[in-house]
């Protein structure tokens, strides 16, 4: 009973310090915009300037719901990972999936110039982008399920997840290698994460795949539970880990993939808050920290798109700079203090 009110008790001051987080996040900028404006035009009302409603409208609020859909995502595919792993450093991109899709991106950026120019135009617009991250992030996802087929050992498909990583990172080096400076520009400005250039129609398609990650998520947590203890335990307990298996796997895959497809690689985010949830609610019950992990996640990616924003100056920092700032230390923290403790 004390751990149910002390769970309330966390889950209501998180869900206040989401909306807190957002309502900063559109009230600062480069164009400061009092905070009670932000609340009137988000809940039915009308900013007291029209610029005012129209930098939240069009720019503002599109980007803080991208924020809060990318920080839900990678936060319950990097739990899902690192139970499945049984590893606390593994994240959603584990997998490979992030390198698959910057492989995608990069034949595309770095290697347009050798296609016709109907194809490379269209390639080169931001639906190009999104659909060469998806092709790359589905082509390591349908490797990665094939050779799953063929491991009984869950670790084994970590290796193999590593390996493609490698593979596709040697074969973006080489491209970089034969690029222009022009195309490496470009290509680092996607691989710096940016969650502010989409446009409702992408942020319709990205909110689409993240509820179908998290309701495929969902479906998993009982199995999780199960893998906590190892996977003989949870075939004695009635188990089927190949179907698990894949579910994970699928889950993790649309999350994490149709993220950096929409929004580049974004770093430690994924990583460091399954640990923060762990440590705020001090339990391993996956329903539980499947909430939690979506609001810290969602606070969290809140207030680093803040901090990048950089209130009172003209430029805008990458947001994937920001969340390995702050993503870093909490890691290098929880591992110092997990060896203190043990």
């Known amino acids: 009973m004390k751990n149910q009110s002390r769970n309330t008790l966390l889950f209501t001051s998180l869900s206040l310090l989401l909306l807190l987080a957002l309502l900063l996040n559109i009230s600062f900028g480069q164009v400061a915009i009092p905070i009670k404006e932000t609340f009137k035009s988000l809940f039915g009302g009308q900013a007291e300037k029209e610029t005012w409603e129209y930098i939240i409208v069009n720019f503002r609020l599109p980007k803080a719901i991208t924020a809060i859909l990318v920080g839900m995502g990678l936060s319950v595919s990097g739990l899902l990972m690192q139970t499945f792993f049984r590893n606390p450093m593994a994240g959603p991109y584990v997998l490979g999936l992030s390198s698959g899709s910057s492989l995608g991106v990069a034949f595309?950026?770095?290697?347009?110039?050798?296609?016709?120019?109907?194809?490379?135009?269209?390639?080169l617009s931001s639906y190009g982008i999104i659909l060469a991250s998806c092709l790359g992030s589905l082509f390591v996802l349908l490797m990665i399920l094939v050779v799953s087929q063929r491991l009984r050992d869950t670790m084994s498909i970590l290796i193999i997840g590593l390996m493609f990583s490698s593979f596709t990172g040697a074969i973006v080096s080489v491209l970089s290698y034969f690029s222009t400076a022009e195309q490496l520009q470009k290509y680092t400005f996607w691989s710096m994460g940016s969650i502010g250039n989409l446009s409702w129609e992408s942020i319709l398609l990205l909110s689409i795949s993240v509820a179908v990650g998290l309701l495929l998520s969902l479906l998993t947590l009982k199995p999780l539970d199960a893998l906590l203890l190892g996977e003989n335990y949870a075939k004695s307990m009635g188990l089927d880990l190949k179907k698990a298996r894949y579910a994970i796997i699928l889950?993790?895959?649309?999350?994490?993939?149709?993220?950096?497809?929409?929004?580049?690689?974004?770093?430690?985010?994924?990583?460091?808050?399954?640990?923060?949830?762990?440590?705020?609610?001090?339990?391993?019950?996956?329903?539980?920290?499947?909430?939690?992990?979506?609001?810290?996640?969602?606070?969290?990616?809140?207030?680093?798109?803040?901090?990048?924003?950089?209130?009172?100056?003209?430029?805008?920092?990458?947001?994937?700079?920001?969340?390995?700032?702050?993503?870093?230390?909490?890691?290098?923290?929880?591992?110092?203090r997990k060896k203190s403790l043990s």
């Open 108 to 123: 595309v950026l770095l290697g347009a110039g050798f296609l016709p120019k109907l194809f490379s135009q269209f390639l």
């Open 251 to 336: 889950a993790t895959s649309i999350l994490a993939g149709s993220i950096t497809a929409f929004a580049g690689p974004i770093a430690f985010v994924g990583l460091a808050v399954p640990h923060l949830s762990k440590l705020l609610f001090q339990t391993s019950n996956h329903r539980i920290l499947f909430v939690s992990t979506l609001l810290i996640g969602a606070i969290i990616m809140l207030f680093c798109d803040t901090i990048s924003q950089m209130p009172g100056f003209d430029f805008t920092l990458p947001i994937n700079a920001i969340t390995s700032i702050v993503g870093a230390p909490v890691v290098v923290w929880l591992i110092v």
